[in-house]
């Protein structure tokens, strides 16, 4: 019968009075291609599947129930809701709770967001989407999260990064200076004597927290050369200059590109 059925779905004529056939529903009997045969194999009358089996197999074909073409489908689920929602870098960090109104009229519904949270992250809540038609579980809410950006920190995966600027005098002598956190409470860093510029300092735990990982602070220091010097402190970086060992940084430059 399967093969059969094969047969007849991919004939092009017998499939559109089948098509036909199954459009009508379970009552359409007889007079498809003139009377006995209809021009099926297998000698069964057009219009009469149920009789011979056909309605079983193009029934499960199609995904259909049994009982006849057409017959009813069991409960459909709900279909999603989707929204987008804007975050602060800060929320977007630490989570936070929101408020949406996901129907006209009806009351808003409290949506907790998830530590750790990036731009462009799905989150899917079960069940809060529309309800069935008919008696189906509802379907599911999705939201789009934006986050925005900060003027002071970066996300890079679970450590959030700073840029720290430090005097010339800092860099060359060591200094201890203070760093911004997300937690609002600055941290103390020690930078050491001769830090060069670009050099990452961490500060373990003061990144993004969730639930399975623990991200770091990524403090890069950026040695802030100043636009404008006195007369007399030019005076003092020559002197300073002439301590310095005899040495060019840039001897080798041209050799380790291959130019020499």
Not at 121 to 138: D, E, F, Y
Request: glycine share 18%.
């Amino acid at each position: 019968e399967i093969s059969e059925a094969y047969s007849v779905l991919s004939d092009k004529d017998q499939r559109a009075e089948y098509d036909q056939m199954r459009a009508m529903g379970p009552g359409a009997r007889g007079g498809f291609g003139g009377g006995q045969g209809g021009g099926f194999p297998g000698g069964f009358q057009g219009g009469n599947f149920g009789g011979n089996g056909f309605e079983d197999v193009f029934a499960n074909l199609f995904g259909g129930g049994g009982g006849g073409f057409g017959g009813p489908r069991g409960p459909q689920r709900g279909q999603d809701l989707t929204t987008t929602q804007t975050l602060d870098f800060i929320d977007g960090v630490k989570g936070t709770t929101i408020k949406l109104s996901l129907r006209a009229g009806a009351e808003p519904t409290t949506i907790k967001i998830p530590a750790g949270v990036t731009d462009g992250q799905k989150i899917k809540i079960a069940g809060k989407g529309n309800p069935s038609p008919n008696g189906g579980s509802a379907g599911d809410l999705i939201i789009t999260v934006t986050v925005k950006s900060h003027p002071v920190f970066t996300r890079d995966g679970n450590n959030i990064r700073v840029v720290v600027p430090i005097t010339f005098a800092e860099a060359v002598l060591g200094a201890t200076i203070q760093v911004p956190t997300l937690g609002g409470e600055p941290v103390k860093l020690k930078v050491a004597p001769g830090t060069p510029n670009g050099r990452v300092l961490r500060v373990k735990g003061r990144g993004v927290v969730t639930t399975k990982a623990e991200g770091d602070l990524l403090a890069t220091v950026e040695i802030a050369v100043p636009s404008h010097v006195s007369d007399k402190a030019k005076k003092a970086l020559e002197e300073f200059d002439g301590f310095l060992p005899d040495e060019d940084p840039r001897a080798d430059l041209l050799l380790r590109a291959g130019l020499l």
